[in-house]
């Protein structure tokens, strides 16, 4: 057999791509490490240093303080795929004696890929373009050295809008391919320093962050007015920009409930009583709909604020009855500076009714201090809570004031002794027209602090 015989069946090799690479140090001779770095790229098999533009000062972005870098941009071209590019610079940087530091710390030396190709890649370890190429002089004035068009590569915009689940699903099945781990925090908008509480924590802890915007008209009796609850969209928008949110979620309702849409889900004992009695049906719509939204999005992390501590037992059980994926993280209540719990509905009280609505954390105080103090009894505790908000004459009604177990809000007995297992939950009206607020506190926690 002739020894070529092979070759009409090889596969073609592949077509060498342009790539765009962002060059900086501030450590050690930073023009000579660069220098050494592009002489090591263009030694390695299928990498062409094209074009290298001039060196050029910048200030440090970020990190600790540190000297000025030497910044540039160099061409190359390619035949490597994104990631194997990728481990050759990373080898590269380590060589050149990079080490494990700080975020933004100063190093020796900084290659980045700007852009790839036409391609765009979004998975843990590399995102192109480079989600904050524009934003840098020291990228954008050396590549325009190169003759660049830096106005011409897309913009990564965060965070990507969409409104469909097709669209979030596949953009969540990406990041899994890609290795990113991704945090879910669903709201119904109105988003105030409380839901960003939430989303900077699953910032901190997801390689990517979903929010989801959707007021659901299942969890609304025929009484409450579905049409009045805000939607400030713009001002959600600029606020999960602000806190680094990849994506939002923006549904209408048809999308969430197409036509045809039969299916409620109903939970036990957790959905019963306090917030179940006094809204009917409330919990079916919760647990329907974070059902939903949590097989759309398939989640590692789901993230719910305690201030709501009966819908966090609900979707506890929710979770573990269904075998949804993932963790549930729990966060803690943020309260403005006089102490209120944080929560779209204290927009709508007047400044006497916001004054007089400080009764609500500070009778939680007052339980959690007596019991500090050696009050164990749970009628007494709850009579010293209870007396703090009769003191208050706009306070126009309590729903419920009780006492119950952490975690899954069964009923505390009158004859046990309340120990830290143990939780108080209030609702109550303030105002006319009247706006209801939940808030609650754990007797292990310290109590809350009222400005």
Known sequence: MPTNARADHDPPAPEPVEVLLGLGSNLGDRDAAIAAALDALGRVPGVEVVEVSPLLESEPVGGPPQSKYRNGAARLRTTLVPHALLAVLKATERAAGRVPGPRNGPRPLDLDILTFGGRTLDTRDLVVPHPRLHERSFVVEPLRALGVDVDAIPRIARPRVVDTPAAVQEASLAWRRGGCSIGFVPTMGALHEGHASLIRRARAECDRVVVSIFVNPLQFAAHEDLDKYPRPLSADLELCERNGVDLAFVPPVEAMYPAGFASRIAVGAEAEAMEGAARPGHFIGVATVVARLWSIVLPDRSYYGRKDAQQVAVLRRLQQDLCLSGELVECPIDREADGLARSSRNVYLSPEDRTAARAVPRALSAAVRAHRNGVHGRDELLGLARAE??????????????????????????????????????????GDPATRLLDNASFRDEPPVVG
């Open 389 to 430: 908000l009769d003191a208050e004459a706009s306070c126009t009604g309590v729903d419920y004031l009780e006492i119950r177990t952490d975690l899954e809000l069964a009923p505390w007995p009158g004859d046990r002794p309340v120990d830290s297992s143990a939780r108080i939950l209030v609702a109550a009206r303030f």
